[in-house]
């Protein structure tokens, strides 16, 4: 009987390819998942879209598969990115996830003068958005970038993204006031540490040309809500909750 999973293939999938999975998710499917062979498994790769497949052969090692047909094209999420100064690791971790579920397209740390963890682990955070997006059915997966120090990201930003940062000393406008004065189609949401930006990273960001202050409202949110709750309101106004 065919399982309903789906698999993200790092290799490019076409029809008739035969894919050989490697130990890890042949373990998943085999030991976890408890698939059989000729059990189907929709894959996808990042750039092709969305695959069928059967199951050819379960090894001892490896499970062997052969694409059938394409299901769903691909589509690339807006091109939104999220910011945001790395928090502790249950808190971090859902972060990541959550920003995949919500169609972030690249997920950058960022080290500010208040940044309480740096703790940063690439791989551990890629992992987590290939989960999510297997689960959530994104057809591609986010960047995750390497750590940068604010600074350094502000000195080198490309002055055609919008970067808007939320602003928790409530010195600037609300964030929906902000945004329908700001539609932009490449953008960026830079969330603070739990201790806030400060006073000189506010100074600086208050005078960058391509930054807009927004305020979440006067309820003081945990750095993880605040992420999600920015994400979530510029899809709804520029990205793809608006079409």
Wanted: with cysteine; hydrophobic share 40%.
């Amino acid at each position: 009987m065919a399982k309903n999973f789906r698999l993200y293939i790092k290799e490019s999938l076409a029809p008739e390819k035969i894919v050989i999975l490697d130990e890890a998710q042949s373990h998943y499917l085999k030991n976890v998942v408890k698939m059989s062979s000729q059990d189907t498994v929709s894959c996808f790769d990042g750039q092709n879209g969305e695959f069928s497949t059967s199951i050819l052969n379960i090894g001892k090692k490896n499970i062997t598969l052969k694409i059938a047909d394409k299901i769903k094209p691909f589509y690339a999420c807006p091109d939104i990115w999220l910011l945001f100064a790395p928090l502790k690791k249950d808190c971090t971790d859902f972060v990541i996830e959550k920003a995949t579920e919500l169609g972030c397209r690249r997920i950058l740390p960022v080290i500010t003068e208040h940044t309480n963890t740096i703790n940063i682990k690439i791989d551990r955070y890629l992992a987590q958005s290939i989960e999510a997006a297997e689960q959530c059915r994104r057809t591609d997966i986010p960047e995750i970038a390497a750590p940068q120090a604010l600074d350094t990201l502000l000195t080198n930003w490309d002055s055609q993204r919008t970067l808007f940062y939320m602003d928790e000393t409530l010195n600037s406008p609300s964030y929906y006031t902000v945004l329908q004065n700001n539609p932009a189609n490449k953008a960026a949401v830079l969330i603070g540490p739990e201790g806030g930006f400060s006073p000189r990273e506010l100074a600086t960001l208050h005078n960058a040309s391509f930054a807009r202050g927004a305020t979440l409202g006067s309820r003081i949110l945990r750095a993880e809500t605040a992420a999600l709750a920015a994400l979530s309101c510029w899809q709804l106004i520029s990205g793809d909750w608006s079409k």
